[in-house]
């Protein structure tokens, strides 16, 4: 069974099975199972990343021993500190590392602090504000926003979306917010 492992929030994770493959019984890592806890293992070593936070996006996906990263950062050591971190799991034998460094800007930098204002010091959002890492990702790519994470309703979605299309010198933004836990 192939997993996909959604990294949101620092704490929460989706695993959807997106494609039914025949099991081998020789799989020395326990199957299913094994899978299961390469991928518990994965997304607790990535939320564990020292320089992870609310303007990176962090996603993986696990098939077998295989793992693959993905997602957005704004620092290279970031990707490459994922990879090293993933790599010393128990089972897997391969990572396939493409997290995505986004480029250098101080427009870019400017932009993120302007919709992490907009977003978090709404009221609405004092809930999410508090936490380790924000549940509400902030990806910015030259003067394109994405909003990545899970929110608690369609209305915190849609709050969020527009507070992020408030910004002003903003290109796009798309809202990849996931209502509900």
Same mark, same amino acid.
């Given at each position: ?10 704490? #929460? ?5 997106? #494609?039914?493959? &025949?099991?081998?019984?020789? !799989? ?22 020292? =320089? =992870? ?12 021993? @295989?793992? /693959?990263?993905?997602?957005? +950062?704004?620092?290279? /050591? ?14 897997? /034998?391969?990572?396939? @590392? ?9 427009? !870019? ?10 977003? =978090? ?5 004092? &809930?999410? #504000? =508090?936490?380790?890492?924000?549940? $509400? ?7 394109? +926003? ?8 369609? #209305? !915190?979605?849609?709050?969020?979306? $527009?507070?992020? @299309? ?9 809202? @990849?917010? +996931?209502?509900? &836990?």
């Amino acid at each position: 069974m192939k997993h996909v492992g959604i990294l949101v929030c620092g704490l #929460a994770l989706a695993c959807l099975p997106v #494609a039914a493959q &025949k099991h081998n019984s020789a !799989d020395r890592f326990g199957g299913t199972q094994g899978q299961d806890r390469i991928t518990r293992e994965v997304r607790h070593e990535l939320v564990m990343l020292p =320089y =992870y936070g609310v303007f990176d996006n962090l996603a993986f996906t696990v098939n077998g021993g @295989n793992v /693959t990263l993905l997602g957005q +950062v704004t620092r290279p /050591t970031l990707k490459s500190d994922a990879d090293n971190v993933v790599k010393r799991i128990e089972g897997v /034998t391969h990572v396939d @590392n493409k997290i995505e460094v986004l480029p250098l800007s101080d427009m !870019d930098w400017q932009t993120r602090r302007a919709e992490f204002r907009a977003i =978090y010091s709404d009221p609405s959002f004092t &809930k999410y #504000a =508090y936490q380790a890492i924000p549940p $509400i990702h902030i990806i910015v790519d030259n003067g394109h +926003v994405t909003l990545v994470g899970i929110v608690d309703s369609d #209305a !915190d979605k849609n709050l969020a979306g $527009i507070r992020a @299309n408030q910004v002003p010198g903003v290109f796009s933004v798309t809202n @990849n917010l +996931v209502a509900g &836990k």
